[in-house]
Structure formats: C-alpha cells, structure tokens
C-alpha cells in the first residue's frame, strides 16, 4: 500500500515543511535575541542600581564622618562635658538638632569609659559599649567612623 503523490502535492508538501522548518528557526532566533536583550538590559539595570546605592552609601559615610567631626569640635558639648555637670538632657537636645530629617537612627556621646550620656535614642543613654570595636578603634586610633 504505497500512496503515490502527485507532483503537485510533493511540491505543497515540500513547501509547507519548508515554512515550517525556516517560521520554526525564525522564532528561535526571534526568542534567543530577545532573551539576549533582555538580559543585558537587566544586567545594565542592576550596574546602574548598584553604581547609585554605593553613591548613596558614600554620600552617607561621608556624612557620618562629617558629622562626627563636628561634634568632636563643638564648642556647647564640649563646655558641657569640661564643666562636668553632665546634663543628658541639654545634650540631647543639642544632639537633636543634627539629625535633621532623622538621617540617623542614633546620634550619642560617649565617655571614655564606654558609658553613654547622652542620645537622641533615649535607650542608649546610661548603657556601656566599651565592648564594642568602633569604641575600641576610637580610643586607639582617634576615629572609627
């Protein structure tokens, strides 16, 4: 039982699995450059991100650092703190007035001995944090920020 086509027919089928087979590589092609597309535009995307948060963490750091520089040198902590009636309050009132925007969770003083004295996150003022590296850092090399 074979099935004898016509020429015709052998020339419709040809042509047919022909449109088939180039549609089916023109649609791969179509997906592989898209998916190539798309993938790079992501990969550009997540660069640029990247590129703006480590400028605004700088900008942050920065920020940090300036800040406590500043402190380091005010002339109202520090008569405050060489006259030695240390009052918590006038400190974290005076603090108060650098975190403008509530840029910082936590802006404090600290004394020597790692006791804080002053915050403007009140649950930090009387604990010690001596422990802690920054500290640590601070006392050996004048700066941890």
């Given at each position: ?9 052998k020339i ?107 915050s403007t ?25």
């Amino acid at each position: 039982m074979s099935i004898r086509l016509s020429l015709r027919n052998k020339i419709v089928i040809s042509t047919i699995v022909v449109i088939a087979v180039f549609g089916v590589l023109a649609t791969a092609s179509v997906y592989v450059y898209s998916k190539n597309i798309l993938k790079d535009k992501e990969i550009e995307t997540l660069r640029q991100t990247s590129i703006n948060t480590a400028d605004e963490l700088g900008l942050i750091l920065g920020n940090s650092l300036s800040l406590a520089k500043t402190l380091s040198k005010d002339h109202s902590i520090i008569d405050i703190l060489k006259r030695g009636d240390i009052i918590g309050e006038q400190l974290e009132n005076h603090l108060d007035h650098f975190n403008v925007d509530n840029n910082f969770s936590a802006i404090y003083i600290m004394l020597p001995d790692g006791k804080t004295i002053a915050s403007t996150d009140k649950s930090f003022v009387d604990k010690n944090y001596s422990f802690r590296s920054y500290f640590k850092n601070a006392l050996t090399n004048g700066s941890a920020v």
